[in-house]
């Protein structure tokens, strides 16, 4: 007899979020096991031993590259599902990840429960689920993209940015945003890592270039 219960990995570091997935997946029978993961190299490992494994990722936190590396693997693991659930996602990424593959569902965190569950139920049974929010992204009249590295930080992390620069710590801007330490400091991470810096002075110096701080009130 086939089994037809899914895997899910869920990775996703905000304890909020994670436990209004939890609450979701309660009761559902479809759910084999929940299990939580930290990197690309873990989420692979996974993958290799349940190939219908079921995503649930935040790709904002995580450790992939560029949306390249994340459709490359979803191409090697094509019986996955793979959900994007992220606070904010640029259109560019969105559209790279969705028209690559009808294996990407997408869903913000400000989205209501009901989309969750929706997302879930639809992600069981193989099918693709857009939220709104992201489907009005998709459809609308975008703007050009902006020149040079600007394009590469999503709203939240050019606000992470703004907050770095003006030279607060990463526990003030956790405290500030009610998010938690570690959170942060993957948003800073993947901050430095996309635009190719290794500390805050050169992080600084693109804040100001890009228009993010007033250099006026800021000085290197």
Not at 96 to 114: G, L
Not at 126 to 154: D, V
Request: glycine fraction near 4%.
């Amino acid at each position: 007899m086939q089994n037809d219960k899914k895997r899910i990995l869920l990775g996703d570091n905000q304890d909020l979020t994670k436990l209004g997935i939890l609450h979701a997946l309660v009761g559902m029978k479809w759910v084999d096991e929940i299990v939580e993961i930290v990197s690309k190299k873990e989420l692979t490992t996974h993958l290799l031993q349940r190939h219908d494994a079921i995503v649930i990722l935040d790709y904002t936190l995580f450790d992939f590259s560029d949306a390249s590396e994340l459709i490359n693997l979803s191409d090697r693991f094509r019986n996955a599902h793979w959900i994007m659930l992220s606070e904010d996602l640029s259109s560019d990424f969105l559209k790279r990840v969705v028209y690559s593959s009808e294996n990407f569902s997408v869903i913000f965190k400000d989205c209501s429960y009901n989309e969750l569950v929706l997302t879930l139920e639809q992600a069981s049974r193989g099918e693709r689920f857009i939220c709104s929010k992201a489907f009005n992204i998709l459809t609308s009249k975008s703007t050009p993209e902006p020149a040079g590295e600007e394009h590469k930080l999503t709203a939240t992390e050019r606000e992470v940015l703004q907050m770095i620069a003006s030279g607060k710590t990463t526990k003030e801007i956790a405290a500030e945003r009610n998010l938690s330490f570690h959170t942060i400091n993957a948003h800073r991470k993947n901050i430095f890592r996309k635009l190719e810096v290794n500390n805050i002075h050169e992080a600084t110096k693109y804040a100001i270039r890009a228009g993010i701080i007033d250099v006026a009130d800021y000085y290197i």
